[in-house]
């Protein structure tokens, strides 16, 4: 017997923020739903893909159900209406003011299901002047300051920050020559990873929603 058992969840988020509660609470026996948009989370094509799915895909999402509900066409917000009715737990981490705008926001649910708890992961808070920010590790550590610390540490005698042009050389118009790496060291390469490709889209998800219900259930 798990604590969770009983409890449904409607889990609307993506990527890390959202999905890894989701996760947490299938674990501990609650029925979670995992709402994706047709193209899929962007998490399923990130790292080593085997059998169409990544690891940390299914790191995050293991244990759940899939509905595929693209919100932008008519119908859907009615469509996840019925399904928080059902649920006794919704996690969202859109960016401010998005679910409202689809009318999905927390007073829209709970119009139709007094009871629910919503979980609204965000970057920046709900009513601030950055709350439209969207919230991914790379502008977080840049906002709070560990990307200009790593790169001091790495270049401690750095007297001007680098031209972009500078690609490993060890020296830069903008700084003397001795700012560059160490003299025998190999030089240090900056690169900007990007995840899937434009050619590949992700994959889809696995079910529509018209195929998908929940039980009905004694209350």
């Known amino acids: ?15 890390v923020a959202g999905p890894i509660a989701g996760r947490i609470l299938s674990d501990l026996g609650a029925d979670v739903v995992k709402l994706e948009p047709p193209e899929g989370d962007v998490t399923r094509v990130w790292g080593h893909v085997r059998h169409g799915l990544s690891g940390f895909y299914t790191q995050q999402n293991a244990g ?6 693209d919100l932008r066409v008519d119908g859907a917000a009615d469509v996840v209406r019925a399904l928080a009715a059902q649920a006794d737990i919704v996690i969202e981490n859109f960016r401010a003011g998005v679910l409202d705008r689809l009318g999905l ?23 601030g002047p950055e709350s439209p920010r969207p919230a991914y590790a790379p502008r977080l550590q840049a906002d709070a300051g ?8 790495a270049h401690p005698a750095r007297t001007a920050p680098r031209s972009p042009a500078w690609r490993g ?19 240090r390469r900056f690169r900007i990873a990007r995840y899937g490709s434009s050619t590949s889209p992700p994959a889809r998800a696995t079910c529509s929603w018209h195929s998908f219900n929940w039980p009905r259930r004694r209350r």
């Open 64 to 69: 759940k159900r899939n509905v595929c509900i």
């Open 146 to 153: 560990p990307v200009h610390r790593a790169a001091h540490a």
């Open 105 to 127: 926001g927390y007073e829209d649910l709970r119009a139709v299901n007094h009871d629910l708890i919503m979980l609204s992961v965000s970057g920046f808070g709900h009513g």
């Open 1 to 15: 017997m798990y604590p969770c058992n009983g409890l449904r969840v409607l889990d609307m988020s993506r990527v």
């Open 169 to 187: 050389s060890t020296a830069s118009p903008a700084a003397p020559a001795s700012s560059g790496p160490p003299s025998g060291s190999s030089p």
